[in-house]
């Protein structure tokens, strides 16, 4: 009975250090994640250092693309790092996880969109365009034996998110938002001399009219729209509540 009574003691003390190595890790963990959700390249170093990680291009690209609560807009920020050869081959990693096959250009678009927040510079909304396209034809080869020129690819990818926020610019007058026949005219001659298909050109336009890209919901705007509207009716309410927006899933808050 006592050799019972022992062991049985000394399989509930495992359980526990089991069970307390797994709140620390989970706890380290999410650690990561706000790490990552203010500054990316501290959180990625972090993640591979407690053992999240593998410190390659396609293990952070599938921690990105199927991590909940990541920012959104951070991830466009890490992705975009132009000058950091890691971050570009993480992007190249993260689109070849989309499946583009058979989709229009502005319906793959939005699905890349939903689960990265472009960064607004140009020059890196031009380098995504750039990766994404290459995607996007390797998905559809039907779509780039008609192309002129592969990059042209990039031209109607970048004309599309130009197109998307001129139309959907809440403080753009009516009168000025780009016109069917401008969308059409500005690419004239873009597939390297050669004009692009008018029909796909014109059920562009018309999908990015009806409805203009957004980015997937995460837990970070979340959190920042649940702060902004306590802070504003009462200044100071979002610190003793702090805890409980961590604790809780926000769609469990009134």
């Given at each position: 009975?006592?050799?019972?009574?022992?062991?049985?003691?000394?399989?509930a003390?495992?359980?526990?250090?089991?069970?307390?190595?797994?709140?620390?890790r989970?706890?380290?963990?999410?650690?990561?994640?706000?790490?990552?959700?203010?500054h990316?390249?501290?959180?990625?170093?972090?993640m591979?250092?407690?053992?999240?990680l593998?410190?390659?291009?396609?293990?952070?690209a599938?921690?990105?693309?199927?991590?909940t609560d990541l920012s959104?807009?951070?991830?466009?920020?890490?992705?975009?790092?132009?000058?950091?050869?890691?971050?570009?081959?993480?992007?190249?990693?993260?689109?070849?996880?989309f499946?583009?096959t058979?989709?229009r250009?502005?319906?793959?678009?939005?699905k890349?969109?939903?689960?990265?927040?472009?960064?607004?510079?140009?020059q890196?909304?031009?380098?995504?365009?750039?990766?994404?396209?290459?995607?996007?034809?390797?998905?559809?080869?039907g779509?780039?034996?008609?192309?002129?020129?592969?990059?042209?690819?990039?031209?109607?990818?970048?004309?599309?998110?130009?197109?998307?926020?001129?139309l959907?610019t809440?403080?753009l007058?009516?009168?000025?938002?780009?016109?069917?026949k401008?969308f059409?005219n500005?690419?004239?001659g873009?597939?390297?001399?050669?004009?692009?298909d008018?029909k796909l050109l014109?059920?562009?336009?018309?999908?990015?009219?009806?409805?203009?890209?957004?980015?997937?919901?995460d837990?970070?705007?979340?959190?920042?729209?649940?702060?902004t509207?306590?802070?504003g009716?009462?200044?100071?309410?979002s610190e003793?509540?702090?805890?409980?927006?961590?604790?809780?899933?926000?769609?469990?808050?009134?």
């Open positions: 009975t006592k050799q019972r009574s022992s062991s049985s003691k000394t399989r003390l495992a359980e526990f250090r089991e069970l307390m190595l797994e709140v620390e989970k706890r380290n963990f999410r650690v990561g994640l706000n790490l990552f959700n203010t990316p390249d501290i959180g990625i170093d972090y591979v250092k407690q053992g999240f593998e410190l390659s291009p396609m293990s952070v599938k921690f990105l693309q199927t991590t959104k807009a951070k991830i466009g920020e890490y992705l975009g790092q132009l000058q950091n050869a890691f971050s570009m081959k993480t992007l190249s990693c993260f689109l070849e996880k499946d583009f058979g989709l250009v502005d319906k793959a678009l939005r890349f969109l939903k689960a990265v927040q472009v960064p607004g510079e140009a890196k909304i031009e380098k995504m365009m750039e990766v994404f396209g290459k995607r996007f034809l390797k998905c559809n080869p779509f780039s034996s008609k192309l002129k020129s592969s990059e042209s690819i990039v031209t109607l990818a970048f004309a599309v998110m130009l197109l998307n926020t001129d959907h809440p403080n007058k009516p009168d000025k938002k780009m016109l069917e401008d059409t500005n690419l004239k873009a597939d390297a001399g050669q004009d692009f008018s014109k059920a562009i336009y018309k999908g990015i009219k009806k409805q203009e890209f957004e980015s997937g919901v837990h970070v705007t979340q959190t920042q729209l649940l702060r509207r306590i802070t009716k009462a200044p100071g309410l003793p509540h702090r805890r409980l927006v961590c604790l809780c899933r926000l769609a469990e808050v009134a």
